[in-house]
């Protein structure tokens, strides 16, 4: 670790890849840029998070970059599926760190050609419906007219934290979902209609070279967007600062009451705080599932014996399980 905080490789040999869901200028680049020392390592961006488990697995790229979960909308389904690892492709795939960062969306687009009569809707009202009859109104009114906007592209993550906005303002439009917002712009980029707009970063405006219709259309201002820093094997130093946090997978055999709450209980007894828990269908048997749990612990700095002798009580109680990696916590409380 370099002394500004940043992970910095130690060795000047050969230039190790950091492979992270592109193209450039997404959330995820952004993410990586402020974790790795940019002059020691080649950035790789890939198309899909897929790619940058393949990378790390297949030893191309020494780290990889993937998004996790968001404060507003939740976890990040497509990487909770590759760590679940149903047909054990990343069998050497281990989280050795996290990374947060703030994510303000804009509205990316041509400026419709029609500006002098097409005057921005500021009112934000939407109308209310039997089911919304006191619809929330967004944070902020777009920058300049959305009337031409036929088609909106966006990472699906993105689409779910900024529903306030798109209800305002761009309620009916066509949503495509795309690989990520940087991919979005450049979509955008290449409609000739002017038609399209994506929904993604300024710097991704800046990058594609395309216009920032509206900004800050995120829900909430603390929109947070968690990211895992991916190693192949083990990484002995990580989580060896003041705090840190683990995450396992494991499967519980289903019929047996309270078999999960045992699962949890484990954790209870040895005093390992949980800092979230997800789950994934197991796609065995339907309705069963994978559960992820993460706790305050490392692994590998376990002084006190606690996650040892946790993980080791877990056998009685699971069917199968997994340590995916321990890390140093970064979230600032
Ligand atoms: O699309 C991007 O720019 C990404 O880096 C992906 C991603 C995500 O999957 O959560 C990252 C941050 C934002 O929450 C929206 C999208």
């Known amino acids: 670790m370099a002394s500004n905080g940043k992970i910095s490789n130690g060795d000047d040999a050969h230039t190790p890849v950091v492979s992270f869901l592109g193209p450039v200028s997404s959330y995820t680049h952004q993410a990586a840029l402020g974790c790795f020392e940019s002059d020691r390592y080649d950035y790789r961006p890939e198309v899909t998070i897929t790619d940058v488990f393949e990378a790390v697995q297949s030893g191309e790229s020494a780290l990889g970059v993937v998004p996790f979960e968001n404060s507003t909308n939740g976890a990040v389904i497509f990487t909770l599926e590759l760590l679940a690892d149903r ?5 050497d795939i281990h ?10 969306h804009c509205v990316l687009g041509k400026k419709s050609r029609r500006q002098s009569t097409d005057s921005p809707d500021m009112s934000g009202a939407c109308t209310p419906t039997l089911s919304a009859p006191s619809p929330l109104k967004p944070r902020t009114s777009p920058l300049h007219s959305l009337k031409h906007v036929k088609r909106l592209y966006s ?3 993105a689409f779910g934290q900024c529903e306030t906005f798109l209800q305002a303002y761009l309620k009916g439009v066509e949503r495509i979902d795309v690989s990520s917002t940087s991919r979005a712009a450049e979509m955008v980029k290449e409609d000739t209609t002017g038609t399209s707009a994506a929904i993604a970063s300024s710097l991704a405006a800046e990058v594609h070279d395309v216009d920032i219709l509206a900004k800050g ?3 909430r201002e603390d929109n947070t967007t968690r ?11 990580a989580g060896s600062g003041r705090k840190a946090k683990s ?10 009451p309270g078999a999960l709450a045992s699962v949890l209980h484990c954790f209870q007894i040895y005093g390992l705080n949980l800092t979230s828990i997800n789950s994934r269908p197991t796609k065995v048997v339907p309705f069963q599932y994978i559960f992820f749990l993460e706790f305050e612990g490392s692994k590998m700095h376990d002084d006190s014996g606690r996650v040892k002798r946790t993980l080791d009580a877990l056998g009685d109680y699971v069917q199968s399980w997994r340590w995916l990696g321990s890390w140093d916590d970064k979230l600032v409380r």
């Open 155 to 157: 990472h699906p993550q």
């Open 95 to 104: 989280v050795c760190g996290e990374a947060y960062l703030d994510v303000r």
């Open 217 to 219: 259309i995120e829900d």
């Open 87 to 91: 047909h054990k492709r990343f069998p």
């Open 247 to 256: 995450l396992i997978s494991f499967t519980v055999d289903h019929s047996t």
């Open 227 to 237: 990211f895992f820093i991916l190693k192949k094997g083990v990484d002995v130093d």
